[in-house]
């Protein structure tokens, strides 16, 4: 058994891990992207501030409230266990959305006008998941603070 406080920790980190790795994905793209720019308008900057907005758009819209649900689950779980991060469902989506990042790689590798239509949706989800796991952050800084209050307890009454 783990402590609630531990799982919000750990769900924090595995969110923002995903959110760094997507959208270091997403900058090893654009990269490819400049390099392989031959035309006039460098389309590869317009996909990526279409994606960093989107991304923004989905943050506020689904990926805060999404981490908010997840944190009240975990609050309200009777025996916490590591499994217990996420819901049961979101391991197979994200096996699914692995797969998908993979192939959606794999398709674009050198081609301008294919590596333009991908990064959007690196960027889309990057973003999304690094701002949206803001209430993440918040929990980690109320188990610190209530770790916190607990050893001034725990000193007074010595």
């Not at 392989?36 to 991304?55: D, E």
């Not at 499994?83 to 398709?107: D, H, K, Q, V």
Request: glycine content about 8%; overall charge positive.
């Amino acid at each position: 058994m783990v402590s609630r406080s531990a799982l919000t920790v750990a769900a924090g980190m595995i969110w923002y891990a995903g959110a760094i790795s997507v959208s270091m994905r997403g900058s090893f793209l654009l990269v490819d992207a400049i390099a392989l720019q031959s035309r006039s308008f460098p389309w590869h900057w317009a996909m990526f501030g279409l994606g960093v907005s989107i991304g923004a758009l989905k943050a506020w819209l689904i990926f805060s409230k999404s981490a908010q649900k997840n944190l009240l689950r975990i609050q309200s779980l009777k025996r916490p266990a590591w499994w217990n991060l996420y819901p049961l469902w979101f391991y197979p989506l994200l096996a699914l959305m692995i797969a998908t990042g993979i192939l959606m790689s794999r398709f674009a590798a050198g081609d301008y006008e294919r590596l333009c239509a991908v990064i959007p949706a690196y960027f889309m989800i990057g973003v999304g998941l690094a701002v949206g796991g803001i209430p993440y952050l918040s929990a980690a800084k109320r188990y610190r603070s209530d770790k916190r209050e607990k050893r001034e307890e725990t000193r007074q009454r010595l």
